[in-house]
């Protein structure tokens, strides 16, 4: 099966700072790259995606970066505000299963 | 769209008893997934569905476990004979297509504890 591992696993940052994370993964045959947020005590929910064929998608303040030679791909969040706190997970898709990293807790301090 | 709804919300059981959790997906969405989420930790497949057909199911799955998708519409989730180590947060999800590259879309999830 697939091995994904996100890093940092926890991240802090000043409000309107940047945040990078970033996610590895094992299966070259992965072709589908989501980002889900999951605030405390809610449902994980799709923020951005990427398909295979992309190398970059961006969405506002939100944007995901794709190296599929090097089997990762990263989300940035620019000008963070405190309600972009919150759990991320990456989840790369391969042989019709979505797997999940272990999440990235994001603290935004005002 | 209504959403992908769960049911229960919570369910505390004894060890030893069965449960059942129901998902009923998006209408128009054709695959449906069962995934278990511990504290701190990322959504852990547990099968799928692609209408009524279950095609996977994670080799990690205790027997205990069954699910079924009755004329591929709503699911059932059912643990047997639970334990202390089946407490977590059950999550369903549905997607629509088979290419992969659509999103899954999570319920609110049925929260198990038993004691």
């Known amino acids: 099966g697939e091995n994904v591992e996100q890093h940092p696993s926890t991240l802090s940052v000043q409000e309107g700072d940047s945040a990078v994370i970033k996610c590895t993964y094992s299966?070259?045959?992965?072709?589908?790259f989501p980002w889900y947020k999951q605030e405390l005590g809610k449902r994980p929910q799709l923020i951005i995606d990427?398909?295979?064929?992309?190398g970059e998608k961006k969405d506002q303040r939100i944007a995901v970066t794709l190296n599929k030679t090097a089997k990762h791909f990263s989300l940035h969040i620019t000008e963070t505000q405190p309600e972009d706190s919150a759990v991320y997970f990456c989840?790369?898709?391969?042989?019709?299963?979505?797997?999940f990293g272990s999440g990235t807790k994001l603290n935004v301090k005002p | 769209d209504t959403g992908v709804s769960q049911d229960p919300r919570h369910k505390i059981t004894k060890r030893g008893q069965n449960v059942t959790f129901r998902c009923d997906p998006i209408?128009?969405?054709?695959?449906l997934y069962w995934y278990r989420q511990t504290l701190g930790q990322g959504p852990e497949f547990l099968t799928y569905?692609?209408?009524?057909?279950?095609?996977?199911k994670s080799r990690l799955l205790s027997d205990r476990f069954s699910a079924e998708r009755p004329k591929g519409s709503f699911s059932t989730l059912e643990i047997q004979r639970t334990e202390q180590g089946d407490s977590a947060m059950y999550l369903c999800?549905?997607?629509?297509?088979?290419?992969?590259?659509?999103?899954?879309?999570f319920g609110n999830g049925t929260r198990l504890t038993v004691t």
């Open positions: 209408s128009e969405h054709n695959r």
């Open positions: 989840a790369p898709y391969n042989f019709n299963k979505f797997y």
């Open positions: 999800a549905s997607s629509l297509g088979s290419g992969g590259t659509s999103p899954l879309h």
């Open positions: 299966d070259s045959a992965s072709n589908y």
């Open positions: 990427i398909r295979s064929n992309v």
């Open positions: 569905f692609q209408n009524e057909a279950q095609l996977e």
